[in-house]
């Protein structure tokens, strides 16, 4: 087995002190940077990632680290864990509960192991790639999730955090969105979440970073989903951003046949 209980417990504990501190600073009105790319930024972000590095090199400092604030350490690892403190900063600032931390933990460059964690609803999904995911409440309650049938588009939800994300790939976006039954926006990490928990079916986006879907592909395995890149093929650390995430694999099949055209 690439991960074991220890494995998950310790990604938990990542998850624990990353949501302490965003959750300390949300609707606080915290002072917002721009990054070179011109994304948003604040002191919640880069304290948080702070948090979770220390605790891997305190415990697990033989481990690989990149994090979307303080790039990359030691990736040459065989066990590589993957952070985003704050998946969705514009829905943070902005006052909105979706955001959420990402904790994964890829194993010879395959995603085995990740953590949604959306501590302002009190939200959190835990899988592992051939285990069972599990989605925990705020009042500790806990309960295996499981993806939803869904063969074809015209019965699907689709989310995406915006098509503002897909530019050049607009048409093969609109390919898909005109075809399903109920498209949604925003959402950000937590739409990946309902996807696992059978309450949506596809989440597709594009311009990811890795520590925008390494965390997911376990979720989403875990409750007998799937998540690929546009063409189908797995997602590694070395995958180009554009992702198919789906609860059942005939619409996966039929969304990456539209985005293909």
Sequence with gaps: MAVDADDIAFAGRLADAAAAIVLRYFRTGVAVDDKADSSPVTVADRAAEEAMRNLIAKERPQDGIIGEEYGRERTDAARVWVLDPIDGTKSFISGRPMFGTLVGLAVDGMPQLGVIDCAAVGERWTGTVGGQTVHRLRDGTARPVHTRSCATLDKATLYCSSPLMFKEHFPAFER??????????????????????????????????????????????????????????????????????????????????????
């Design 176 to 261: 898909v969105r005109t075809q399903v039954k109920l498209p949604m926006y925003g959402g950000d990490c937590y739409a990946y979440g309902l996807v696992a928990s059978g309450y949506a079916d596809l989440d597709i986006e594009a311009g990811l970073g890795i520590y925008d879907y390494v965390a997911v592909v376990p979720v989403l395995a875990g409750a007998g989903g799937l998540m690929t890149d546009w063409r189908g093929n797995k997602l590694t650390l070395e995958s180009d951003g554009r992702v198919v995430a789906a609860g059942d694999a005939r619409v996966h099949a039929a969304a990456i046949a539209a985005l293909a055209g």
